[in-house]
């Protein structure tokens, strides 16, 4: 027999050769894919840091080689400083959202995987531009990514003046698509953006030469979300290592009042003595023993403060019935925030939005729109939770619905932590407390369209005696 041959592989290798796993299946759902990455980034360089964005996408058909398509997408958000460029995009799993905050990305791999894909049925260096808020140059890069060593190669730089202030980041990258096949998929995520983003502009220009257009339709931004620290029913071993290695704090009592949210001094101090820890006691100095005892009690002791939730950064309401309003056009809308609940230690936001007539095409089942930390989320609708929710534990006839029906529903969940099925990011898993807020959800605004459809109805039949 021959020997086995070991060595380890780079993430930038391991998401090379597993591209599947991120969305980049085949040439279809990768454009797709590409596209929805980058739209996140630029929605994060934006919103959440309290721009209104101005969000400009295009794709083009390469005129020689009909499978290659440069996409391009423009905003006007916070710019990257020039220093951190090349490994924001050229280095897997590097991010600057690894801070407990509810943002669109979280596994530091959107825009490298769009990179790298293009990088493999291409062959062609991305291009960055960018300008920080305030950089007084702007600066261009491209890129390519060292698929060995994870690590970016820098083709080529640019530098100029940047002498009108903008501020904001181009990203282009060419990679192998398939248009015909994503094109419904691709429009139908910018208007799911849309309507949960009635304050920007955004602009879509096909291969085609179609130009969609989302016009603002209100300076409103929700709240941008802030960081958080961990809630102590969230700990495991290994992040509780961290917060003590990187901690000031000298006792123990510091450590547990300072670097969790919801303990005072007077709750640390009640949890130390119930599960006699030394509240002096140099957090440093514990030994592996009293660490496991120290993660099972934060997650037992039942007297800590419940996660808070104001660091989240829902739609709102408000938002979600003027975006519903103005990219459907129904007869009747309404939308609801449902108060925040507690998944493993973090805090979770449910909004539920119903639209129902008017442009809305009637159809054989819901048309669910779902969505994640504000993002559309396309595929895999069959197996995501909200769907059970509509289709399985709601009885619409209940509500004076009989399908075919004109019956949208919009699905939110926010929170620091989504039980994403996969790091494709697309459905959501079947998480009881999540299932119950949906389906509460669901009954508010289902229960208010009831009463509408009733008065409507009364009204018609009022009108019928007056006419007779
Ligand atoms: P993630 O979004 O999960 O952090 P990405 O690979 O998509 O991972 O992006 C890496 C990092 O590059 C981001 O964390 C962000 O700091 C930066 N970045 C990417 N796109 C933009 C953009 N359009 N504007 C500002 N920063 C960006
Ligand atoms: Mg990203």
């Known amino acids: 027999a021959t020997a086995e041959k070991f ?3 780079s993430p930038a290798e391991f998401f090379y050769r597993n591209k599947e796993i991120a969305g980049f299946a085949n040439p279809a759902r990768a454009l797709y894919q590409a596209v929805r990455e980058l739209v996140e980034n630029a929605l994060d ?38 220093k951190y460029i090349p490994e924001a995009f050229g280095k897997v799993l590097f991010s600057s959202k690894y801070v407990l905050r509810q ?59 940047n002498n009108t202030g903008w501020h904001g980041t181009m990203v282009k990258v060419a990679i192998e698509g398939d248009w015909s096949r994503a094109k419904q998929k691709i429009l139908d995520y910018i208007k799911r953006t849309a309507i949960v983003t009635p304050y920007a502009n955004i602009v879509f ?22 960081e958080t620290k961990p809630h102590p029913h969230g700990v495991d071993l290994e992040l509780i290592k961290t917060m003590i290695s990187e901690t000031k704090a000298q006792r123990l009592i510091d450590f547990i009042s300072e670097e969790f949210q919801g303990v005072g001094n007077v709750i640390a101090e009640r949890f130390l003595t119930k599960y006699g ?30 996660p808070r939730a104001d660091h989240l950064s829902p739609i709102g309401a408000e938002l979600i019935k003027i975006g519903l309003n103005s990219i459907l ?39 669910l729109l779902r969505y994640a930390n504000k993002i559309p989320l396309l595929y895999d609708e ?64 289902a229960r208010s369209l009831k009463l ?17």
């Open 7 to 9: 060595r380890s592989i």
């Open 45 to 82: 360089a934006t919103d959440a840091h309290g721009i209104l964005p101005n969000i400009e996408v295009s794709i083009e058909r390469d005129s020689v080689k009909q499978y290659v398509y440069r996409i391009s997408v423009k905003d006007n958000g916070i710019g990257i400083p020039e």
């Open 103 to 161: 943002t669109r990305g979280l596994f530091g791999l959107g825009a490298k995987m769009v990179i790298l894909y293009g990088q493999m049925t291409v062959g062609e260096p991305a291009e960055i531009i960018s300008a920080a808020i305030n950089s007084r140059r702007i600066y261009s890069y491209r890129i390519m990514i060292d698929v060995r060593e994870n690590k970016p190669i820098i083709v080529s730089k640019g530098v100029w003046p």
């Open 205 to 226: 220009k096909t291969p085609d030469g179609e130009i969609y257009t989302y016009l603002r339709v209100t300076e409103t931004i929700p709240p941008p979300p802030r």
């Open 277 to 306: 820890f030394d509240p002096s006691k140099d957090p440093k100095t514990l030994s592996k023993e009293e660490l496991e005892l120290l993660v099972k009690a934060l997650k037992e002791f039942n007297e800590f403060r419940k």
């Open 329 to 367: 056009k129904p007869e009747f809308v309404d939308a609801v925030t449902r108060k925040p609940v507690v998944y493993e230690g973090h805090s979770i936001i449910v909004e539920v939005g119903i639209a129902y007539g008017g442009s809305i095409q009637p159809s054989e089942e819901v048309v």
């Open 382 to 445: 069959k197996s995501d939770v909200a769907w059970k929710v509509v289709s399985e534990n709601i009885d619409w006839s209940y509500y004076g619905i009989v399908f075919p029906a004109p019956l949208a529903i919009l699905v939110h969940i926010c929170g620091t932590k989504i039980p994403y099925k996969g790091v494709g990011k697309e459905s959501i898993a079947e998480v009881p407390v999540i299932e119950k807020e949906i389906e509460e959800g669901v009954r508010q605004v």
């Open 452 to 468: 509408y459809l009733a008065r409507k109805q009364k009204e018609e039949e009022m009108m019928r005696k007056a006419v007779t």
